[in-house]
């Protein structure tokens, strides 16, 4: 039963939290105190009695975990961590100033802040992540709690979140809808319609409790029903005010996303009640164990494949992924329903308890990845590359997250095949690229796959590999090594008249231009770019240098952003970049440039000129015209 005492301090800190929000947001100039104010006494009640976190140790296993999916309220989560005596009230005045911890939407400048969040839509999903972590791989009973807005229900991914956590059974996971009923134009698509929330919530599979958020008893008995569930997951959908709190705020439309006036805010603050200065002991974990081991390391073996044979890229990613398992027991596997044409089945059939399917929902996917990596999984997701940009907004916020994810996407190019433009990834090396501290690896055979694989799994941040449908040649020997940063030079002579660079299939043509040209006396260096990002700056200066600037670029991609950019960025003078000191570059890009279509992929690489003929002929028409015309 509730005391009157309890129901007293939660109130106190919810008006704390409140005026904090208010106080911060005016010092800053910017921010959002309305959407702080409307969940600010269920984050009281959350704070006080329910969650279960070591403040001083952010990495105990044993930690619940909290994801503000609408990353605006920030201000109220900070105060939260004002409450919970680690910052302090100077360090919550630093709100939203340069250098300051405390940004405008949350990220993991703060140790307490798991993942970066403020692109409405993701919290949730990344809690499917952290709660399967917990579930099948920790066996550690923590709560994964969301505060979603109402407003970012209306995304898709809020409702691959819902199907996944209800498949996977995920009572581990509790998310709270703040229902304020205002978004930032006016009234969201379901206002205070809480039933509606209840009845979809449902037929996922949810157990869903309506409450009036702003009543202390009834969040209570709604938190101790979410975390004594053992069957589903449990979504709260609560009914507030936006600017609960300050009669000249609430329910009022216009005010998102604007701080308050000093005047106004010293009205505000009277109205709440003053300033309050509450510092609570936030309960710790009552276990204190270690994660459930998930299987013994052994030494890497790779697998290896004799050169000569044709094996596909894709292949060797999921002969590598199975090996990769043996050897480290954290590394985890997802795919999107394609495992069987990813080769992560093998995988999956080797290690169930370290695989999740996750269907056809790209953007749960690398979200659940993100999530996995918050417990220090290694998690490797693969689909078709195309595919992979409907998760492009989690990639993008992965890297604001810093998380240490690892992608995969076959079927890139037109090499493959009859299956059409829809298929077809053209535009991914360039969007990872313009990831923030983004690797991104293009093999060309298996044994080099399987190296590059091995390196995935230690190499930090956001790492993309792209695997080719086709089977190709072997052309290295298993001896060889493949560090990211760099490439190989296939074929080399103090002759050369021009260097073809390639990567993954194109590699393949570009032998078969040297073969040619060789026949009719013109020797060309043959380079092999499968780091793409880092890209290997300094052998692509001296193959310029030491064939007159003469380059040629062959890419299965669209011309902009891809590897030719990749290469032209190498020439480029900035602060990373060695300055380039040789002869005029005379630069060739051979890519994709007109809308594919369906064929065999010798047609295809024909007709979008970036096969073995498009090469000699470029080759050619830079060799016959004299340097300086």
């Given amino acids: 039963m509730t005391t009157h005492e309890e129901l007293h301090q939660w109130h106190e800190l919810a008006q704390q939290l409140r005026v904090d929000s208010i106080r911060s ?7 959002h105190p309305t959407s702080s104010m409307s969940p600010a006494d269920m984050m009281a009640i959350l704070l006080s009695k329910y969650l279960r976190y070591d403040f001083d140790h952010p990495g105990n296993p044993n930690n619940d975990r909290l994801i503000f999916s ?40 703060l140790p ?4 970066a969040t403020g692109s409405l839509g993701q919290g949730l999903a990344i809690g499917v992540g952290i709660a399967l972590a917990g579930k099948y791989l920790d066996q550690l009973p923590y709560h994964t709690w969301v505060l979603l807005g109402d407003s970012e229900s209306a995304e898709g ?13 995920l009572d581990n996971l509790i998310a709270i809808i703040d229902v304020n009923r205002l978004g930032q134009r006016g009234q969201t698509e379901l206002g205070w319609n809480t039933q509606a929330y209840a009845n979809r919530a449902r037929a996922f599979g949810w157990q869903a409790i309506e409450i009036d958020g702003h009543n202390l008893t009834e969040i209570d008995q709604a938190y101790s029903a979410a975390v004594t569930v053992n069957d589903r997951p449990t979504v709260i959908i609560a009914r507030t005010i936006k600017g609960k709190g300050v009669a000249s705020l609430e329910d009022l439309g216009g005010w998102h996303g604007k701080a308050l006036k000093p005047d106004a805010q010293t009205q505000a603050i009277a109205e709440l009640g003053g300033e309050r200065q509450i510092i609570i002991e936030v309960d710790k974990p009552e276990e204190q164990r ?14 290896t494949y004799n050169k000569g044979a044709k094996v596909a890229t894709r292949r060797a990613y999921g ?3 199975l090996a990769l398992g043996a050897a480290q027991p954290n590394v985890i596997a997802l795919d999107a329903e394609v495992s069987n044409s990813t080769y992560a089945e093998d995988f999956a059939e080797a290690y169930p308890e370290r695989y999740f399917e996750m269907y056809i929902a790209e953007q749960q996917m690398v979200a659940a990845a993100v999530g996995l990596q918050v417990r ?14 409907r998760a492009y907004d989690f990639i993008r916020m992965a890297a604001v997250s810093r998380a240490n994810i690892k992608l995969v996407g076959s079927h890139a190019g037109v090499s493959i095949g009859q299956d059409g433009a829809s298929q077809m990834a053209l535009e991914d090396l360039a969007a990872f690229r313009a990831v923030w501290s983004s690797t991104v690896l293009y093999p060309s055979d298996a044994n080099q796959t399987a190296k590059l694989v091995a390196q ?5 941040g956001i790492v993309y590999l792209r695997t080719t449908r086709e089977s190709t040649p072997v052309i290295y020997d298993t001896n060889q090594q493949f560090p990211i940063g760099g490439s190989k030079t296939i074929h080399s002579s103090p002759g050369d008249q021009a260097t073809v660079i390639g990567a993954g299939i194109t590699v393949h043509e570009a032998i078969k231009a040297y073969d040619r040209l060789k026949k009719e006396g013109i020797t060309i260096r043959v380079i092999d770019a499968y780091s793409v990002k880092p890209i290997d700056v300094q052998t692509l200066h001296q193959a310029a240098r030491d064939t007159r600037g003469n380059l040629v670029v062959v890419e299965d991609h669209w011309i902009q952003g891809g590897l030719g950019a990749a290469v032209l960025d190498a020439f480029a003078g900035t602060s990373n970049t060695p300055f380039y000191h040789g002869p005029q570059l005379r630069l060739i890009k051979l890519a994709v440039r007109d809308m594919p279509g369906s064929g065999t992929p010798e047609e295809l690489l024909h007709a979008a000129e970036i096969d073995a003929d498009a090469i000699v002929e470029a080759v050619k028409s830079q060799v016959r015209q004299p340097v300086g015309v």
């Fill in 456 to 460: 995935m799994s230690d190499r930090h």
């Fill in 290 to 303: 270690q994660p459930a081991s998930i299987g013994k390391a052994i030494p890497l073996q790779l697998p």
């Fill in 376 to 389: 220090k999984y290694k998690p490797f997701a693969s689909t078709f590359a195309a595919f992979l940009t």
């Fill in 319 to 321: 002969d590598a992924l």
């Fill in 157 to 169: 991914s809020v409702w691959e979140a819902f199907d996944h956590a209800a498949h996977y059974t």
């Fill in 112 to 115: 307490w802040v798991d993942v």
């Fill in 25 to 31: 947001t005016t010092i800053a100039g910017s921010g």
């Fill in 70 to 109: 609408k990353g605006h309220a920030a201000p109220l989560l900070y105060s939260m961590y004002k409450a919970a005596g680690v910052i302090s009230d100077e360090e919550l005045r630093s709100l939203r100033h340069f250098g300051s911890r405390l940004e405008g939407h949350p990220t993991p400048a």
